[in-house]
């Protein structure tokens, strides 16, 4: 049986289109997180964001008084590395329960802040308004959960890749809830003001926050 040279060329087309398809499909999949532990970070468990550089790195991720002293609450560093901070929880746009990298996330710390000795708002991060004193975007709380678009811009963070080892990340703000949306983009870092370490948002030019992801709960395992 002869095999005409335009249906051969016509296999090879179609071979290479599904080829090239395949790589495509494998290729737009983020890379989920993953904990100190080399396990995959998932949305229903409570995690601990502390810092990837030991000693002089400084511990975890915490809140502190406003930078007036009051509400809201600011995400803050400790400053010594056996201080893990609050645990906190990493739930992604789209609701799946495994978390990966670049993808828009909330993050809320798993504490009730309500009552005379807290301020009665969300555990949720958000980027706070331009600070024009310091000149600097602080991360603070307040956030909404979900509700991906406009109205939450600020609410979202993603961590991705950073260094060369694995499981360590730095913490970014460029939300892509909202495509058209004029949007910041930037690192996470830290600022020294009043003694504290608080979050910010930091130019190019500045160091980004590099941190692990320490498991605060047990993973279930089946019998």
């Known amino acids: 049986m002869k095999i005409s040279l335009a249906t051969t060329l016509s296999f090879l087309i179609l071979a290479l289109a599904s080829n090239s398809l395949l790589v495509l499909g494998t290729s737009s999949v983020p890379e989920p997180l993953l904990d100190v532990n080399g396990n995959k970070v998932e949305s229903t468990l409570q995690?601990?964001?502390?810092?990837?550089?030991?000693?002089?790195?400084?511990?975890?991720?915490?809140?502190?008084?406003?930078?007036?002293?009051?509400?809201?609450?600011?995400?803050?560093?400790?400053?010594?590395?056996?201080?893990?901070?609050?645990?906190?929880?990493?739930?992604?746009?789209?609701?799946?329960?495994?978390v990966r990298e670049s993808a828009d996330l909330n993050l809320r710390f798993s504490v009730l802040l309500s009552g005379r000795d807290y301020c009665n708002e969300q555990p949720l991060w958000k980027v706070d308004n331009y600070d024009a004193a310091s000149g600097k975007w602080f991360i603070t709380t307040g956030g909404l959960d979900g509700h991906p678009g406009a109205e939450t811009?600020?609410?979202?963070?993603?961590?991705?890749?950073?260094?060369?080892?694995?499981?360590?990340?730095?913490?970014?703000?460029?939300?892509?809830?909202?495509?058209?949306?004029?949007?910041?983009?930037?690192?996470?870092?830290?600022?020294?003001?009043?003694?504290?370490?608080?979050?910010?948002l930091v130019r190019d030019d500045e160091p980004a926050f590099p941190v692990v992801l320490i498991p605060a709960t047990e993973r279930s395992t089946s019998v």
């Open 153 to 200: 811009l600020l609410n979202w963070f993603k961590l991705e890749k950073i260094g060369n080892f694995p499981g360590t990340y730095k913490i970014v703000h460029c939300p892509s809830v909202c495509e058209s949306c004029v949007k910041l983009c930037n690192n996470v870092g830290r600022s020294f003001e009043d003694g504290v370490r608080r979050l910010v």
């Open 47 to 98: 995690y601990y964001i502390v810092s990837a550089i030991w000693g002089a790195g400084g511990g975890g991720v915490s809140l502190h008084g406003g930078r007036n002293g009051y509400c809201p609450l600011d995400v803050i560093q400790l400053p010594s590395d056996t201080q893990n901070g609050i645990k906190l929880t990493l739930s992604p746009y789209n609701n799946s329960t495994i």
